[in-house]
């Protein structure tokens, strides 16, 4: 059996608590600093994982849930 690395470009909504966006987006930052990801079991019943990291500038939509955009 072989094992195939791929690199993906994934979307996710992350809610953070901070004090300030700035202190919000380093707490993101290091949360992306090569994160363990781990997902559904494949159909073998098998470990699906990986690592996540940020690419570029997260998009700020809400703030105490309302929307800025």
Do not use: P, W
Not at 44 to 65: H, K, M, P, R
């Amino acid at each position: 059996m072989h094992e195939y690395l791929f690199d993906v470009k994934l979307f996710a909504a992350i809610r953070i608590k901070a004090e300030t966006e700035a202190d919000a987006r380093a707490k993101l930052n290091k949360i992306f600093d090569c994160a363990d990801a781990n997902f559904d079991s494949d159909e073998n019943g098998g470990s699906v994982t990986g690592e996540a990291s940020q690419d570029g500038d997260a998009d700020l939509v809400e703030i105490d849930g309302e929307d800025v955009s």
